[in-house]
Structure formats: structure tokens, C-alpha cells
């Protein structure tokens, strides 16, 4: 089961670095397998600890992938990073293996704190699209515009029946992106 | 904003009514509105109470629609009605006004107890293809079995990419149902 998540690591200059990942379990331990290049990657290595951070704010992973990095974070208690200052729950891990690979290193890492914030507010549909919408947009120069289209198509529906405001922005954020690439695409 | 949650209430016989819902937050109090007729509808009238329930537990939503009812309940702590043994968190609320309606009346609801159980683990995408499933399975009869199964392409690349073994079992069991339908339509 991969869990859609907020890895915060710290840059060299000591500035966080914020990246949406999909990570997995391997029972008690955490398994973060950045592609490569990666600077999470590389900090995770540096100084051997990150916090993962659950979050139901689909703006922060909307804003990772359109330039918007600002996202308000404080020090981590137990590891040398900092974390989300409001996600719903957090954990703070520290790395103990490194399964290497060319493409995509595992790195097993096996958390030191977890503290819950704020309860888990049940299913939105239209975090679910915006999900599937940042994706899309990750892959806009893979993927055929007739199939992007089709999809959003199809995404757009929940957005207008479910979202709430963050929703609504981090998809105008992530459509605006969309509406580039097809200009771009239309004036080549 | 419409939160997915699992709405329990007492049936007059004393045994759990157990329904997945979307319902609204209007500032502090939750607006749960029930399409008529429904059982929950009538439980909540009849006690004047209810709980919503927050699980990220798919198979609640799934086995709903596909005659499963038997999902673990204890007592709720301050209100007349049965809660989820095992949500991630859980509101207990009492009814404080309804506005009617002859399609799908409001209950305007407050919460007199709210608890956290267990930390939000991230997004799933199989977790949202599971729930859109669930409310394709819930129209079968309404829309065309193409764009069912069109939508079904699409939603099942989530499930074999990113599924655990609750999200695969719920998945299976809403595809069993569309498939006994597909059946009945080409022995129609």
C-alpha cells in the first residue's frame, strides 16, 4: 500500500526542503524511495533523518508541483528537520538502511516520534482529484493532451460537487499548469 | 465541502444502522441529509441523535452497498446510538433542527463529544478509486455500462499501483456486483 505524504528534509543551507512522495510500511519501518535526482534524496543521506508528514491539505502538494514552497514549517522535536507546522498527524524518522538502486534507492527509515494534531476528517472526493489532477500534471509532457483532457474531464466532477476552498485553489493551481502546456502546445 | 463518513444510528429494535454518507459542516454543526426514505433518516428522528464516524476503512463504504453489514460497534460514550469499534475518529452528535424537505430534508446536527483515535496515514489512491467505485456501483442502474466501464479502466490503475489488502477486498466486492450486472443486461 503506498500512502501519499509530505517528506520534509533539510537542504545543506538549512532551509527546508518540502516534497510530496508516495512512500510505503514494511511493518514498524517506513520505506521513502525517492527517484533519482532527488534532494530529499541527498538530504535524507546527509543527515539521516526526515519527517513525514500527513497532511489532508492537498494545496501543499498542488503548490510543491507549480513552484509555491512557502509552506509555514517548525523544528522537528527529535531529528534535525523540520515538519509541516499544521498537518494532521506527523512522524519523525530517522534512516537505519540503504537499498541501493540506480533509478530509485530504498531508504528504510524507522520513526523516533509520532504525535497526532487534528482528527482525520473522513473522505473528500475532491482531494482524491486533485491528487489525480497533480499526477497528470507531473506527466503533462508523457502523456497525450486528448487523454489529460479526457481525464480532467472526468476529475472535474468531484471538484464541483465536494471541494471546499483549499481544494478549489490547489486545483486552479495545478489547471493553470495544464492550460500552459496546451498553449504551448497549440503555438508549436 | 462534502466529507465521506459512515453516519450510525439505533434502529427502534436496538440493533446498529450502519450508512455511508457525504455530509457538510455548517461552522461547528454538521448538516447530515439523508435522501428519503431512509432508515437513518427515521433513526435520528425517532432518538435524536447519531454519530459520524471517520474511517479510512474502505471496506465499511463497499460492504454498505453490497449487503454487509456487520462492522464492529461499541456504545457511543454520550448519545443513544452505536459508534465504529475501529475509526480513525468519531463525532457524537445531537439533533438540533430540521430544516425539511420533501427530496432529502436537513438534519442540523451539534457535536457533544469528539474523539481521535488514530492518526491519519496520507492519501491512498486506491482508498478514492475504491469510494468512486462504490458510487458508480451505487448507480448501475442509472448509467450506461460503457462509461461504467470506462471509468472502471481508469479508477483500477490506482488500485494495482497503490492498494493494500482492505482496499483490494473492497475493491473485489463492488466489482462482483458490477459484474453480476453486466451478466443480467446480456441475458436481457
Aim: aromatic fraction near 6%; hydrophobic fraction near 40%; include cysteine.
Amino acid at each position: 500500500m503506498i500512502q501519499e505524504v509530505i517528506v520534509t528534509t533539510r537542504n545543506p543551507s538549512g532551509s527546508p526542503q518540502i516534497a510530496p512522495m508516495g512512500i510505503r510500511r514494511r511493518g514498524e519501518l517506513f520505506v521513502i524511495a525517492p527517484f533519482r535526482p532527488s534532494t530529499t534524496l541527498e538530504n535524507l543521506l546527509a543527515r539521516g533523518c526526515a519527517v513525514v508528514n500527513y497532511t489532508d491539505d492537498v494545496r501543499v502538494f498542488a503548490g510543491c508541483l507549480t513552484g509555491r514552497y512557502g509552506w509555514p514549517v517548525l523544528d522537528a522535536n527529535r531529528v534535525d528537520a523540520p515538519r509541516l507546522a499544521d498537518p494532521l498527524a506527523h512522524a519523525e524518522v530517522e534512516l537505519t538502511e540503504v537499498e541501493d538502486d540506480e533509478l530509485r534507492p530504498r531508504l528504510i527509515c524507522r520513526p523516533v516520534l509520532e504525535a497526532t494534531h487534528r482528527p482525520f476528517q473522513g473522505f473528500n472526493r475532491a482531494q482524491a482529484a486533485v491528487l489525480e489532477l497533480a499526477i497528470l500534471t507531473s506527466r503533462l509532457d508523457r502523456l497525450p493532451i486528448e487523454k489529460i483532457e479526457r481525464e480532467i474531464e472526468y476529475l472535474r466532477i468531484a471538484i464541483d460537487k465536494t471541494a471546499g476552498p483549499r481544494e478549489q485553489e490547489a486545483w486552479d493551481w495545478l489547471m493553470a499548469r495544464v492550460t500552459e502546456h496546451r498553449r504551448r502546445l497549440e503555438t508549436a
